[in-house]
């Protein structure tokens, strides 16, 4: 089975520029999450969907980030506009259901931004 | 300068001995832990998971061990192979409708040769 595709897994772009990050959860998958790694933080969950629809996106940390998920097999992360504290690791994570599951992540997408 | 973020635990191990990587965690209504290994450049990979109903479970080489009296997971790795080194993570779910894992900061394993 294929696991959680991420795109692309390397972007480097100037300040001030849309991003876009990618994700397809593992088909049968119906909870989709988006985080964010740094060496400072750690793993930070920015938003959870459950069937498409945005649950909780309490750990989007401003108005610039914007997660969407029109269907059961996409979803893309954003940020607009990008600033150079955004550079870090974006890792989307599938799983069947939520409570009490395991999480199945993608390679993640290494944003820097000049 | 000096360096400032997480400071990750280590673990220096010699391939083929066992190695026990800890996590204590945090809350004791959680009822369900996974660890994950993530290796450089590649996302957290599931490893193992337990239930809060079991004290023990085993996969190919690794074991986890789950006391819930002191809130304290552990996991086994037998016959320490080079392609375990990596960075280890404990995660936590709450149960009760919570969807949220709950990372640990991770300890870092090295394999020697």
């Known amino acids: 089975d294929a696991g959680v595709i991420q795109s692309p897994r390397h972007e480097v772009t100037e300040m001030g520029q849309e991003v876009t990050l990618r994700c397809k959860p593992i088909s049968g998958h119906n909870s989709l999450f988006w985080y964010r790694q740094t060496m400072m933080r750690g793993l930070e969950l920015l938003i959870y969907f459950n069937n498409n629809v945005p649950i909780d996106d309490s750990g989007m940390p401003e108005d610039r980030f914007s997660a969407k998920m029109p269907n059961a097999s996409f979803s893309t992360l954003k940020i607009q506009p990008s600033e150079p504290r955004d550079s870090a690791v974006y890792f989307c994570?599938?799983?069947?259901?939520?409570?009490?599951?395991?999480?199945?992540f993608g390679d993640g997408t290494r944003l820097s931004i000049l | 300068g000096e360096s400032v973020g997480l400071h990750l635990p280590t673990l220096s191990v010699q391939e083929g001995d066992n190695s026990i990587i800890n996590c204590a965690y945090s809350n004791s209504a959680s009822d369900y832990f996974i660890w994950y290994k993530q290796e450089s450049g590649k996302g957290p990979q599931f490893i193992i998971d337990?239930?809060?109903?079991?004290d023990k479970r085993q996969g190919q080489r690794v074991t986890v061990l789950l006391n819930k009296t002191v809130k304290h997971l552990s996991l086994q790795i037998a016959a320490t192979q080079p392609g375990d080194s990596a960075v280890y993570f404990c995660?936590?779910?709450?149960?009760?409708?919570?969807?949220?894992?709950?990372f640990g900061a991770g300890t870092t394993v090295t394999v020697r040769a």
């Open positions: 337990i239930r809060s109903n079991m």
């Open positions: 995660a936590e779910n709450r149960g009760r409708g919570d969807y949220k894992l709950s």
């Open positions: 994570a599938s799983s069947r259901g939520a409570q009490g599951r395991a999480q199945h």
